[in-house]
């Protein structure tokens, strides 16, 4: 995974409350086992008609929205516990998303796979549909390390609330299974020095 930085950038507004985890990626697409693709998908329901042509009026089609944040409304992600989903998000281009609630599985699903979750008060979310909405071109900026999320249309801001272990890891680009061999020597001299357990 890449380190994650500091970024700002315009968002995606995404007004809809309830987005399940079959919105985000339909059951369709789930044959694969590999990540690539799915960014195309991401949101294929709403994003193309029967045909596969896209949609004029959903907001992944409007080119006056674009942007590494996606701003979502309250309860995104709940559904199933399809990797997946984190999979066409990050596909898609996406490195935040921001919502006023989050369902746990999506939540740990999008920071194994570098994706950062950003919870904010639902006044926030508010201020940052209306910002867009008066000006696409409206950007935020998230601040991992100081774990802030500033609105730069408003100059509002809110902390918000991560894992240690997790940020520690997007911060230095790390899943699991790199956390752990970075640990390596630490493990092994740790086993060496440990008294056997009988």
Known sequence: MEKFQTITSTYVPLPIENVDTDQIIPA????????????DNLFADWRYDKEGNP???????????????????????SGSSREHAAWAIGGYGFKVVVSSFFADIFRNNALNNGILP??????????????????????????????????????KSELFEINAYKKGCLLEGLDDIDFLLSNKDKIETYEQQRPFAY
């Open 28 to 39: 369709r697409f789930l044959k694969a086992t590999t990540r690539e693709g799915f960014g």
């Open 55 to 77: 949609k004029n009026d959903f907001v992944l089609n409007n080119p006056t929205y674009a942007g590494q944040v996606l701003v979502a409304g309250k309860n995104f992600g």
């Open 118 to 155: 950003v919870v904010v008060s639902e006044a926030f979310l508010s201020e940052l549909f209306a910002s867009s909405g008066k000006n696409p071109q409206a950007t935020v900026t998230v601040d991992l390390k100081e774990q802030t999320i500033v609105n730069n249309d408003t100059g």
